[in-house]
């Protein structure tokens, strides 16, 4: 049991936030960004969705998946069936990593270092809220949670057990299919991407 002894998970949760917005030795990029961006959602939520870090409008609000991409998962999320109940939310890096281009900020990946930084706070996060399954949404997510780059077209869509123990359901960014450039593609991998996320809330129903 992961919450033996008297911890409550709500108040290491708050200490854990707190720690990664006072820690001196973040990434030297993330000075740029407004604020840190934690996880949210529900103590013992059956479902911990991971995705890649804030976008532009995450950093600005300080929520996780509340822009373009965000507004996607949650539609998906909805048509299969996940309730707010069900789902805790949050990224594999904390803080929005960008490129300043005249007055637009241009999303930029983060790298192998930036994932394995953030990964023991991850993983931390992942104890506390005690999710039945995780889904990762896109290959940074899912090489936070394995420690590998491993290719999602092969692997998505069914559980994997990661070496430390974790169960993970791996799919695709929500990102991907805004990217997608023709309606149809758009349309079909959209549906495939709500069939994933309804196979994971089936996984814990
Ligand atoms: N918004 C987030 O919070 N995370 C992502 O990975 C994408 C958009």
Do not use: C, M
């Not at 092969?154 to 359901?169: N, W």
């Amino acid at each position: 049991d992961l919450f033996s002894g008297t911890e409550d998970p709500a108040a290491a949760l708050a200490a854990l936030r707190a720690e990664l917005e006072r820690r001196n030795d973040l990434p030297p990029w993330t000075s740029a960004a407004t604020q840190l961006v934690f996880g949210e959602g529900p103590v013992g939520a059956p479902l911990l969705f991971v995705g890649e870090q804030p976008g532009d409008e995450e950093d600005i609000a300080g929520r996780p998946f509340v822009g373009p991409a965000g507004r996607l998962f949650s539609r998906a999320a909805e048509e299969a069936g996940i309730t707010r109940a069900d789902a805790y939310v949050t990224n594999a890096v904390k803080y929005f990593k960008f490129k300043p281009t005249g007055r637009r900020r241009l999303h930029q990946s983060p790298d192998a270092g930036d994932i394995a930084y953030y990964r023991p706070f991850l993983k931390r996060e992942i104890e506390l809220v005690g999710p039945r399954l995780i889904v990762s949404l896109g290959a940074t997510a899912l090489r936070a949670l394995t420690g590998k780059p491993l290719a999602i077209t092969k692997v998505r869509g069914e559980p994997i057990e990661t070496p430390d123990g974790l169960r993970v359901f791996p799919t695709v960014h929500p990102s991907y299919l805004l990217r997608l450039p023709d309606p149809e593609s758009k349309e079909r991998e959209y549906a495939r991407f709500v069939a994933d996320l309804t196979a994971a809330r089936r996984e814990v129903a």
